[in-house]
């Protein structure tokens, strides 16, 4: 792909949103890009950091959101515009300074976060409108379309953002961040040195006026308020907010974000043009009030389109009660009456439905005896459940722990974390994990539940956490475990990356986000540091890593540590690191799901590289898939499975 | 600026796949070529967690006039890439329509998890009854012939093209593959992309 | 009551979860669902076979005694309170190393050793206790490995789940060394064909071991650490009449309980146990009792035993002589006994008669028998 930071200004590329946001910062000016990796937003770190040397930016992965949130603010607090990126769970991290930025106020430069939801959870372990967040942080908020919408709108937020002196969020959806479109590119900034210097802007007799440092001063409450107004007063105007359609439309849809292309194709595909207005939001927090009440006394049917959370519904309808009794004929349609839902993903057929019961019209996608001829073919179709990849050290891995817990049988359970290991909680990692919420909560649960023991609690707890999660949030709770004495089983599973969401480099695998060598920060090191008893094992060694945990497990004191080591597979196949074996089936030795076996190494240990062949009744492997690590050899009952050294 | 038209505005594309088997570079590459072409293009694939081992579909809307959302409507399907036959029958299921036409690689790849494939000739006849023409194209089998299953895609990309059912050129595809694929890998690569229209033509 | 068309399923619901499991470990024998691990079955995960080995070999799921009676010794199974015996008569190992090592009388070992060192073996499926005094099954292929597994443990051991190690394929030819029920676990993998897992053709001689009750190491192991540093142990005892005694020999004391202590970690299965004497093997070995110490009382049930028997005393590795009337009518009576209690709980778990849980086959004469008061 040619340069990001390509100098065509009217060139027209294919760029995913992300790809463009990056672009826009980049035609910004930005000098700091601060993120930690998270689906959807992953891309536009790296995009930039590709970049960084050449157009003078500071690009770096944070541990965590929170770091990120501070370093970005901290280049805007030194005159320095900055984007810090995150998906919606970061919000949730980053919170606590993001508020207390909103009273400080920021630097001379703009501060923009750029945050992508995932309705529908397709990369994500929960749901969550990131906008009701910014709402509550008190922060102007945008919503972008689409890729070109993306570029234009991370621009113009260094504006707002500069006028008002408050982080100004752009938020997407994962549809905005991964769908490529067409994008015309703008300038690139004339200049590209970019001076830093922190002011000293304390004024105890003027607190209003002082700079960065909040405190317990109600007084910074009232500007905040007095910014946000300014910015409603801007978002007025702004071109982002558009209508199309009739003057006086039979239905008003307001929409946001995504789902604007969704209501437009949803009227243009039921021909509804006529009866169906659309006044598109690209600022909607806050609400720009006045543009709102002309557009709801031209109709008399209200219906919300946006992803997730009823926001713009609430606030227009909050808006709508003000009026009274202007709006008192308006009826509105959304999540309150149920034409979309608050959960999962919105799409353009979701938007028809609901329009056919609003405009009380009929729709056939297709012709109906296809639709019964199609609906019966796709029975034939079974269902692709996610697993880890073939040569997966975690699947190794969980293979230990079931066997070292059903051993022990005193109802051992894994806390687990977000990762790849998240499949612990499902058939790939065996049905191990019994809990799994935010970054690092593994770590923490198992803290609480090995402090129950005066509770009569005997089961061992392990607690499973990733290289990367470890540096973003375990170790504070390592530490907590330690000092409180609390009885349970770190298990970092280092497979040197952050792979889940795109092998981004972290602190422990010694390159930076520009792939610039970096320190090694020792996990090992760091660990016996804390005071804990660590041990390092290698997953394929299934009998040595059971082994190990066993003995673990019976030592039940304090907080212990195991380090799994081995590369992830597709960061082996990145760096060209061929497979170490070569497998086969013997079909003579097979018994595949007769009694002594039962199809172990497809049914249980499920690795894609194994298929079962229902005519000859017989497991195989699938050459195209299999990554030839030798993990089935190991448990196959009849020793049918054959490995041979690769050449 | 090329001389290709839609046969229909917008213009849905489909590429079915399996996480890992490529369908973004293919949908990126063909997204390019039709950037370069002159149309506005939306294309989306889902990824991360799909990576391992999930179905992964990515949608292509194609117009002249505006910027579409990516994903196809229920039933609107105007062409499908089938990387894999189950997938094929998947994506027929939710977006096809008696106008349909699908090019197929026939090569199954297995569920996980002791979920078992269902017979392959019964995927395959069903792939032609929901379709106005199935065109099968034995890539995999080509790739594994040339010596790396990583060749499957470009080989499929030149059944696309050669296939003529979207306003795309072999000229425009070449020189978004030389950007790729430098030096010697573009000459195998290119060897790939030539072998699929050979066997788009013949099947 | 067919033994067939039931896999693992039923076997931890009619046996194991019903405190039926004796620790014989026949089901782990060729399942890579289940190991047997700190005395107990553990399920790693599930297996959805309907008609699977682990059901059929159990000894504690329904039994043909007929059909292995016919199998094992070419008769219908008889009404001897001992099991069907050609020869019952005392022994004694003249080896000084082996003497050192036996419980009582040595025969086992030295049989064992003769038939190794003859040819007529290859391998012994037997157990072995660990330096914790952990019972678990082992494959011994030497004198010297013989002689380590030398002494009872007084615990249920698994020992089948070592007979998984060997190939099917596999040309050794192989002993098993085992309790009552695992000599007739053994017995119904003779009779009933293993599906895929081991060949009992390859078993050319089984020694059975007269057993009173066998102790459950997860519960055993915890008091006996109590008591001593087990790893200190060289010998467990449970002499006969006048003795009420659980000895443990260590290399500097040794340490007694009565009986009623040790009772609360005696296996509860073991009360549904009819099987005394090994009947289904091809000698059983028991101790003498406390007239005779350092005998061994033996029953030969087979030619292949009398065989052996015979190249032992010619060899002169073992001298024998005559079990006094006594001694037999005692013999008798305890088994005997033993059976009629057995068939006494089952009849109180089961709720009648008719459900003799794993006890079948038997000629309504036989049954009737020994159910009779």
């Not at chain 3, 009872?152 to 098993?176: C, D, Q, W």
Request: proline share 5%; with cysteine; net charge negative.
């Amino acid at each position: 792909m040619a340069s990001i930071a390509m100098d065509k200004p009217g060139a027209t590329v294919l760029l995913m949103g992300n790809e463009a946001v990056a672009r826009g910062a980049i035609e910004a000016g930005i000098g700091v890009a601060a993120a930690y990796p998270g689906s959807p937003t992953s891309e536009v770190l790296p995009t930039i950091a590709g970049v960084a040397k050449e157009m003078n930016i500071h690009a770096e992965w944070s541990v965590n959101e929170k770091v990120s949130a501070e370093v970005a603010g901290a280049a805007s607090f030194a005159g320095i515009r900055s984007l810090c990126i995150m998906k919606q769970n970061g919000a949730n991290v980053a919170a606590d300074f993001i508020v207390n930025a909103n009273m400080t106020g920021l630097g001379e430069a703009g501060m923009v976060i750029f945050i992508s939801d995932d309705p529908g959870g397709m990369t994500s372990n929960n749901e969550e409108d990131s906008r009701t967040i910014t709402k509550w942080f008190d922060n102007p908020l945008l919503e972008a379309n689409n890729a070109q919408e993306a570029k234009e709108m991370i621009k113009w937020a260094y504006e707002v953002s500069e006028a008002v002196n408050l982080i100004v969020f752009v938020r997407g959806v994962t549809r905005l961040s991964y769908t490529r479109g067409n994008v015309v590119l703008g300038e690139l900034p004339e200049e590209k040195e970019k001076k830093a210097h922190f002011p000293d802007l304390w004024d105890m007799y003027n607190p209003t006026k002082s700079k960065f440092t909040s405190g317990p001063f109600p007084i910074f409450h009232k500007p905040l308020h007095e910014k946000l107004e300014k910015a409603r007063e801007i978002f007025e105007t702004s071109t982002f907010n558009r209508y199309m359609g009739p003057e006086h439309p039979e239905v008003l849809i307001i929409t946001c974000g995504a789902c604007t292309s969704y209501s437009i194709e949803a009227v243009e595909e039921l021909k509804a043009g006529d009866r169906v207005g659309v006044l598109k939001l690209g600022t909607t927090w806050p609400l720009p009030e006045k543009l709102v009440a002309k557009h709801l006394a031209t109709t008399t049917k209200v219906f919300f389109v946006e992803e997730m959370d009823p926001f713009v519904e609430r606030s227009v309808m909050e808006l709508a009660a003000s009026l009274l009794p202007a709006t008192s004929a308006l009826t509105f349609y959304g999540k309150r009456s149920g034409h979309l839902t608050p959960y999962n993903e919105q799409s353009t057929n979701l938007v028809i439905n609901a329009l056919m019961d609003i405009l009380a019209m009929t729709y056939q996608p297709r012709d109906l005896t296809y639709d019964k001829v199609a609906k019966e073919a796709v029975a034939l179709v079974p269902s692709r459940p996610i697993n880890m990849c073939a040569g997966c050290p975690h699947r190794a891995t969980f293979w230990a722990i079931k066997k070292a817990l059903k051993l022990d049988g005193r109802d051992g359970l894994v806390t687990g974390d977000i990762g790849c290991y998240s499949l612990a909680f499902a058939g790939p990692g065996f049905f191990q994990a019994r809990t799994m919420h935010a970054m690092g909560s593994g770590a923490g649960v198992a803290n609480g539940l090995g402090s129950l023991k005066q509770f009569g609690f005997d089961q061992p707890v392990l607690a499973v956490t990733g290289d990367s999660t470890f540096y973003h949030a375990v170790m504070p709770a390592l530490v907590n475990g330690v000092y409180n004495n609390s009885n349970f089983i770190l298990l970092i599973l280092d497979n040197s990356a952050t792979a889940m969401t795109g092998f981004q480099p972290h602190p422990g695998t010694g390159q930076l986000a520009t792939g610039d060598p970096a320190t090694v920060v020792d996990m090992e090191a760091i660990c016996r540091a804390m005071g804990a008893h660590v041990e390092l094992c290698e997953p394929f060694d299934l009998e040595h890593s059971t082994e190990t945990l066993l003995k673990m497990i019976k030592e039940d004191s304090g907080a212990r540590v195991i380090i799994m080591r081995h590369m992830c597979q597709l960061v082996k196949v990145k760096r060209k690191i061929p497979a170490k074996y070569k497998m086969h089936v013997d079909p003579e030795r097979c018994l595949g799901d007769t009694c002594g076996c039962d199809r172990l190494c497809t049914r249980i240990l499920g690795c894609p590289g194994l298929m079962w062949d229902t005519k000859a009744g017989r497991a195989a492997i699938d050459e195209v898939l299999c990554a030839g690590c030798g993990l089935c050899a190991d448990i196959c009952p009849a020793g049918a499975i054959i490995r041979e050294e690769a050449i | 600026m090329g001389t290709k038209t839609l046969t229909k505005e917008p213009f849905n594309f489909i590429v079915a796949g399996v996480g890992g088997q490529g369908n973004v570079l293919l949908s990126a590459f063909v997204g390019m070529a039709l950037v370069n072409e002159g149309f506005m293009v939306s294309v989306a694939d889902t990824f991360g967690v799909s990576q391992r081992g999930g179905s992964v579909t990515s949608h292509i809307k194609i117009s002249k006039e505006a910027t579409y959302s990516s994903v196809t409507l229920e039933g609107k399907a105007d062409v499908i890439l089938g990387m894999e036959p189950v997938e094929t029958l998947r994506a027929l299921g939710e977006f096809g329509n008696p106008h349909v036409i699908t090019i197929v690689n026939p090569r199954p790849v297995h569920p996980t998890g002791g979920v078992a494939y269902p017979d392959l000739e019964e995927v395959k006849k069903a792939i032609i009854k929901l379709s106005s023409q199935a065109k099968f194209v034995n890539a995999t089998e080509e790739a594994l012939k040339m010596g790396n299953p990583i060749y499957t895609n470009v080989i499929l990309l030149g059944s696309l093209v050669g296939a003529d059912v979207l306003p795309i050129s072999k000229e425009s595809m070449v020189p978004i593959l030389e950007e790729r694929f430098p030096g010697k890998v573009f000459d195998t690569n290119m060897k790939a992309f030539n072998k699929g229209l050979e066997l788009i033509a013949m099947a | 009551m067919s033994n067939n068309g039931k896999g693992s399923k039923a076997l931890f619901e009619e046996v194991i979860n019903q405190g039926l499991c004796t620790g014989c470990g026949a089901c782990v024998t060729a399942c890579p669902y289940m190991v047997a691990y700190g005395g107990r079955i553990v399920v790693l995960d599930k297996c959805t076979i309907e008609e699977g080995d682990c059901y059929k070999h159990c000894p504690r799921t329904y039994t043909d005694m007929n059909a292995v009676s016919e199998k094992i010794f070419g008769v219908p199974y008889g009404d001897e309170e001992v099991g069907h015996a050609v020869d019952i008569f005392m022994a004694r190992s003249t080896d000084k190393r082996i003497k050192e090592k036996a419980q009582d009388g040595g025969t086992v070992t030295t049989l064992l050793a003769l038939a190794l060192e003859e040819g007529i073996i290859n391998a012994v499926v037997c157990t072995k206790m660990d330096e914790d005094k952990v019972a678990r099954g082992y494959v011994a292929r030497s004198r010297e490995e013989l002689l380590e597994c030398a002494g009872s443990s007084y615990e249920a051991s698994f020992v089948l789940e070592a007979y998984r190690g060997i190939p099917k394929e596999s040309t050794e030819k192989l002993a098993v060394v085992g309790l009552g029920c695992e000599v007739e676990a053994l017995s119904k993998i003779k009779t009933y064909e293993p599906k895929n897992s081991v060949n009992p053709e390859n078993i050319k001689l089984t020694m059975g071991l007269i057993c009173g009750w066998a102790l459950r190491p997860d519960v055993f192991h915890p008091f006996l650490r109590e008591l001593c540093d087990p790893s200190q142990a060289v010998k467990f005892d449970i002499p006969h009449t006048p003795h009420y005694t659980f000895d443990v020999y260590t290399k500097k004391e040794t340490k007694s309980v009565t009986l009623d202590e040790i009772r609360p970690y005696i296996n509860p299965a073991c009360q549904y146990c009819w099987d005394m004497t090994a009947e289904f093997s091809d000698i059983s070995v028991g101790s003498a009792g406390s007239k005779f110490p350092g005998w061994n009382t033996v029953i030969i049930r087979t030619n292949m035993g009398a065989d052996l028997m015979e190249a032992a005393r010619e060899k002169g590795i073992l001298e024998t002589q005559a079990l006094p009337e006594q001694r037999l009518a005692h013999l008798k009576t305890v088994a005997l006994n033993r059976k009629k209690t057995a068939l006494k709980n089952i009849i109180e778990k089961t709720g009648s008669e008719k459900d003799l849980l794993y006890v079948g086959g038997l000629s309504e004469g036989i049954a009737d028998k020994l159910l009779e008061e």
